[in-house]
C-alpha cells in the first residue's frame, strides 16, 4: 500500500508528478503504488481498464529510482505511469482490440509508440478497454463491457478511447496511449474532461496498431493537460523504419497562434446550445487575450461524416478480410471451408464490427465503387482543400468535439445513425490528415464536460500544443476531477 501524504495530489499533472520525483517528495516506486491502488479500484469500477502489470510496473519503477539516484534519469517521463488501448500491441499481456475474434492475442513485441515510451523510462501499467476493433462512439461494443463516464456512471465515456480516456479524466500522475480513426481520441477526452491530440497523420509510427482504416488511423496521447501530451508526443513522433507510412516532420519554425478560425458550421442546428455557447464563449475569452477571432464556413463540412463512412468501413472490410479462423483469429468448428469461415467471423465478430464490414464489401464492390468510394475520395480531396483554404486566412480553426453531451448507456446503442452522428464534427481532420487538438471547455448546466477542438495545418501539431498550454493558463477547467475518483 502506498503512502498518500507522500504523493502528488490526484490532479497533479505527470509534469507535475515527475518534479515531485526529482525534488524527493516521492519516489517513482510509491507513484506507481498509488496509480496502481486507483487502478485496482476505480478503474475497475468503471471497467476502463482490461489488464494491471503489479509486479512487471514496479520493477520498471525501481530501476528508474536506481537512474534517478545516480543522476541518470531519461527525461520527463522517467517512472511515471502510462496505459495502452487494447488495439496496440504489447509484450506484456495481450492485445485482442477487445474482441472475440483476438481473445488472448500475445504480441511479440511491443508496439513502436510503446517501445519508444519504455525506452524513455514509461512504465507500462495496464491496457484499456475499447470499442471493438475501435469501431463505436461509446464504448458499448468492447467485448470487456461497457466502460462507465467518470462524471456520471450511468453514461458512457465515448469512444472508441473510452477506456483511456476515462481513466485520464479521472486521475493525474499518468497519460494514455489511444488511437483515432475518426475522432476517437477526442471525442472521449470531451466527455471525460482529458486533453488529447490527433497528430498529422504518419507523424507517429502507426506499427504495432491493429488496424480499423490505415488512412484514417492514428496513435495518440491523452492526459491531464497539453504540457503532457506535448512530452509525449515528443517521444512518439518521427520516421520509423519498419513503418513506411511514418514521416519526419519539422515544426520548429512554425510562428505561435495568433489568429484563430470559429466554425460557424459547428455551432447552429444539430449543436447542443450549451456546447455552441461554451465554444463561443471560450472564442471569447481567447480574444480577451489578444487572439485575433474570425468566424468562417467550412466547405463541404456538411459531406464529412458520410464521406468517411463510406471510406473507412471500405477500408475495414479490407483490414478485417485476413481474420478468418484460418489466417489468423478465433476458429470455429466446421469440416467446410466457406462454412468454416462463416462460423468463426459470426463468432469472432461483433455486430457493429459486421455491420462495417458489410457495408465497406458494399461500397467496394462492381458496379458500386464508383457511385460510392471512388466518389467519397474525390469529396475527401475537397474537404483538404476546403480546410487548407480557411487555414490561409488563420492558424488555427475552433469547433466543438461533439454536437452533444455525454448520453445514457444504451440510449443510442440499437440505432447505427445516431451513434455516427458522435463523428461529424471530427472525421474533417482524419479525412485531411490535419492534426487536432481537444481541450476542455466547460461543463453543462448537468456537471458534464464539454469538449473544444482545434485544427491545424499538416504538421503544426506542435504549434496546437503551445497554444492549448496558453489556453489552460487562462481556463483551468481541465483541473476539476470527478466525485469519486478516490477510493
Not at 45 to 72: H, M, P, W, Y
Not at 132 to 155: I, L, Q
Not at 192 to 202: H, L, R, S, V, Y
Not at 373 to 395: H, K, M, P, S, T
Request: net charge negative.
Amino acid at each position: 500500500m502506498s503512502n498518500r501524504s507522500s504523493l502528488p495530489p490526484m490532479d497533479a499533472t505527470v509534469g507535475e508528478a515527475q518534479q515531485w520525483l526529482t525534488d524527493g517528495h516521492c519516489t517513482s516506486r510509491q507513484l506507481i503504488d498509488g496509480y496502481l491502488e486507483f487502478l485496482q479500484g476505480v478503474g475497475r469500477e468503471l471497467n476502463a481498464v482490461v489488464e494491471i502489470f503489479i509486479e512487471s510496473a514496479q520493477q520498471t519503477a525501481d530501476q528508474s529510482d536506481q537512474r534517478r539516484a545516480q543522476g541518470k534519469c531519461f527525461g520527463p517521463l522517467d517512472g511515471i505511469p502510462f496505459t495502452a488501448k487494447m488495439n496496440i500491441t504489447t509484450q506484456l499481456g495481450s492485445s485482442d482490440a477487445s474482441s472475440p475474434m483476438l481473445r488472448g492475442f500475445q504480441a511479440q513485441e511491443d508496439a513502436t509508440a510503446v517501445r519508444r515510451l519504455r525506452a524513455a523510462g514509461a512504465v507500462l501499467v495496464g491496457k484499456t478497454s475499447c470499442d471493438e476493433f475501435a469501431m463505436g462512439a461509446s464504448n458499448e461494443t468492447s467485448s470487456h463491457g461497457v466502460v462507465s463516464n467518470p462524471w456520471d456512471r450511468e453514461r458512457v465515456p465515448g469512444g472508441s478511447s473510452g477506456g483511456s480516456a476515462a481513466l485520464a479524466g479521472s486521475h493525474g500522475w499518468s497519460f494514455h496511449l489511444g488511437s483515432d480513426t475518426g475522432g476517437s481520441i477526442r471525442q472521449p477526452a470531451a466527455f471525460c474532461n482529458a486533453t488529447a491530440i490527433k497528430p498529422t497523420w504518419g507523424r507517429v509510427s502507426r506499427r504495432g496498431l491493429i488496424a480499423f482504416g490505415s488512412s484514417l488511423d492514428q496513435i495518440c496521447p491523452i492526459a491531464r493537460d497539453a504540457v503532457d501530451c506535448q512530452s509525449v508526443l515528443q517521444v512518439l513522433e518521427g520516421h520509423d523504419p519498419l513503418d513506411s507510412t511514418s514521416l519526419r516532420l519539422d515544426s520548429s519554425s512554425l510562428p505561435p497562434i495568433g489568429r484563430v478560425a470559429l466554425i460557424s458550421d459547428g455551432l447552429g442546428p444539430g449543436i447542443d446550445a450549451s456546447i455552441a455557447t461554451a465554444v463561443r464563449s471560450a472564442a471569447q475569452q481567447m480574444a480577451s487575450q489578444g487572439i485575433e477571432i474570425i468566424e468562417r464556413s467550412l466547405p463541404h463540412l456538411e459531406a464529412a461524416n458520410a464521406c468517411y463512412q463510406v471510406i473507412s468501413t471500405a477500408e475495414a472490410s479490407s483490414n478485417l478480410a485476413r481474420y478468418d479462423g484460418v489466417h489468423v483469429g478465433v476458429r470455429g468448428q466446421s469440416e467446410d471451408l466457406q462454412q468454416l469461415y462463416e462460423t468463426s467471423r459470426h463468432q469472432g465478430f461483433g455486430s457493429e464490427v459486421r455491420r462495417r464490414i458489410l457495408l465497406g464489401t458494399f461500397v467496394l464492390s462492381a458496379g458500386y465503387q464508383d457511385a460510392y468510394y471512388n466518389r467519397a475520395l474525390a469529396v475527401r480531396e475537397l474537404i483538404r482543400q476546403g480546410i487548407d483554404q480557411v487555414l490561409e486566412e488563420c492558424d488555427a480553426l475552433l469547433l466543438p468535439v461533439s454536437p452533444f453531451a455525454p448520453f445514457p448507456i444504451g440510449e443510442r446503442i440499437d440505432d447505427p445513425l445516431a451513434l455516427y452522428a458522435c463523428d461529424i464534427l471530427t472525421v474533417t481532420a482524419n479525412l485531411a490528415g490535419v492534426p487536432a487538438l481537444a481541450l476542455p471547455c466547460d461543463f453543462d448546466e448537468e456537471k458534464l464536460p464539454i469538449g473544444m477542438q482545434l485544427m491545424g495545418a499538416h504538421g503544426s501539431d506542435h504549434a496546437l500544443l503551445e497554444f492549448g498550454q496558453r489556453w489552460q493558463r487562462w481556463n483551468d477547467k481541465h483541473r476539476a476531477l470527478p466525485q469519486g475518483s478516490a477510493r
